[in-house]
């Protein structure tokens, strides 16, 4: 009985000499340092607080940084790349951490607003409907198994980009008594299918029965654009055709400058919207070649600036964003970008691309009083902390129209084509 009654007290002992091992500070710093270190050129980064030195004092793409503390080991990225790093203790090696160093990007931020007109790729069908004939109600679109969101891409072997290409060629069809042949897009796969065109009593012209549409037009906030490049990012999340819900397929667009001429306050259960006005026809700013859940992207084609902020700024990766006091820039009057104060709730530190990685809330009395909060058309207006562009706002809370999510900025610059994680030459012959 003695014997168990020792072994027990003994491995209490152990039990709590083993917890208290883990809350003494050096052995919390060990566990503190990252396996990773992602920095970009000029950055500096502390790796350790701990008396523990690195393998090598100068390497290609990084440098011990010079603090004045023995103690604390900080380190600078030289070069864009990626090396491994070995720590030692007292001559010991204690463990490995990969370091990536970064092109030292720089984007501008925007805030303007712009008009955005979509052109979609083929004619997307947004709706069926029944064609009066003599033998009853019929849709031969809805016969043809043709789905609301489908694309028609060819008719007849002719490429189709615009509605006004499709009458001419149901007439025809109609009047010889031939099907159609189309070519069907749906869910990024193509089918064929034969739809005959019908006429309706009392009427000189065939049908198809299917409502379709070739283009869609909004308002939004710019994000960015890359000064060397003119590449650009808005909104921060993708345009859905407000029918069928679905990501439009863009052919091509445009985009162009744009008034805010109203505002319809947002409230609990009713988000608020911008009333704009678009420019004229001449005043095209930019393209738009891509339709992503990250946003709109393009090249510009006329400079733009918000007059705030208009030199380039560094980026912030998702790891660095903290919660606290932020900015953001939007238009809520006529055409000019105003700076407001928000909070940032919470950030996910996110190692692959998603969306609604920031959780913000607007905490400016003067941006609330004219809003109430986020409201439609301010989606893709910057978030700006610590001097660093950080992200965009995208959605609003529909039952608290104050907050509302945001999308990190290097996933807009990802999908606008400015990989942030590109490898340089040397890094690439590294690795061969």
Known sequence: MKLDLIRKIVGFILLVLLIGVGFLKPIQEYISIPKEIILFEGQEATVTSLPVFSQSKTNAIYSIAENGDA?????????????????????????????????????????????????????????????????????????????????????????????????????????????????????????????????????NSYRMGLFIRDSAAGIGTMTFYHPETKKYGALGHVISDMDTKKPIVVHDGQIVRSTVTSIEKGANGNPGEKLARFSNEKDIIGNITRNSPFGIFGELTKEIKNGIMDEPMPIALASEVKEGPAKILTVVEGDKVQEFDVEVVSSVPQKFPATKGLVIKISDPELLEKTGGIVQGMSGSPIIQDGKIIGAVTHVFVNDPTSGYGVHIEWMLNEAGIDIYEKNDKTEKKAS
């Open 71 to 203: 103690k604390t080991l900080s380190i600078k990225g030289e070069e864009s790349g990626e090396e491994k790093m070995l720590l030692e203790m007292a001559e010991f090696p204690i463990k490995k951490v990969d370091i990536k160093v970064l092109p030292d990007i720089k984007i501008v931020p925007g805030g303007q607003s712009i008009g955005v007109k979509l052109n979609t790729l083929g004619v997307l069908v947004v709706g069926h409907h029944l064609i009066e004939t003599e033998q009853g109600p019929k849709s031969p679109g809805e016969e043809a198994g043709i789905k609301v969101g489908d694309i028609i891409m060819e008719i007849n072997g002719q490429p189709i980009q615009e509605m006004t290409e499709v009458s001419p060629l149901v007439d025809e069809a109609g009047e010889k008594g031939k099907p159609l042949q189309l070519v069907i897009l749906r869910d990024n796969k193509k089918f064929e299918t034969e739809l005959k065109p019908l006429k309706a009593k009392h009427e």
